[in-house]
């Protein structure tokens, strides 16, 4: 069961992996490991879910949230292992009657998506805040070509507290940097789809750890991410990272942490700490 404490925010990684990974697995298969993943995704305070791929309805079951819960589902982008109609279509059935989820992604997104019974489509442009309950979403432009669609990464926030969910995308682009200076990060979500390997390259859409250490020096340097602030890695490639408990082994002494599959958190503002559970 979810618990959303309103002083902190609530983050249930529903999927940590790239599109290199099967598009669905069974329920008997436990993820909690690392050793599979299912499409990157994260569940926020239980009701708003950005990305939905094939196999986020399945991790929804497994890993104990309300489907009915769920108001809201932010697209960063459309590509299947972020967006699968047929998965949004049967959370949407699952809402209560007379009751729409709403479709939250770029103009240049929505308009390559069809309707959707039970699903209302909110544009939303890069640099426009929205409010859902207690927080505050805005869409900062990611660095991850799309065809004509922009893709984004979304900055969220309550009261207290300030995560940036980044990804899919590479080296951030100059307007998003200038948009996150002014803030305070608590934590960071941030694609690490390349791993540790050297000479990839995708490193021209997507991150490396290499590239997450070297943007994290001008946050740290800059304030954007204080001495408290946490790095969780997701969208991890199947066949360009190394295992999980390897990478963990490795990483998370300097403090990047490679999440997995049904990993619960619980960010807070600087006056207390991130806690982790397993789920």
Known sequence: ???????????????????????????SIDGRCGSVRGYSSVLVDGRVLIDCGSTVPNAIERFGADPSCITDILLTH???DHCDIDAIRHLASLRKPKTTINLRAHPSALSNLPEIKGVHQCPTEAGEAFSLASLTFTGLVANHPC??????????????????????GSWFLKKTWLYLKEHVLDAIIWDATCGESQGDWRIFE?????????????????????????????????????????????????GLVPAYDGLEISIYSAEQSVACKNT
């Open 1 to 27: 069961m979810i618990i959303v404490d309103s002083a902190s925010i609530h983050i249930l990684f529903l999927g940590t992996g790239a599109a290199d990974w099967p598009s669905s697995y069974t329920a």
């Open 78 to 80: 459309t590509h299947c």
């Open 147 to 168: 065809g004509h669609v922009t893709a984004l990464h979304y900055l969220f926030q309550n009261a207290k507290s300030s995560v940036l969910y980044a990804t899919d």
């Open 206 to 254: 997507h991150s490396s750890v290499d590239m997450i250490r070297i943007q994290r020096q001008t946050l740290e340097r800059e304030g954007v991410l204080p001495p408290h602030g946490r790095i969780f890695l997701t969208h991890m490639a199947r066949t360009l990272c190394a295992a999980h408990l390897d990478m963990t082994e490795r990483l998370t002494p300097e």
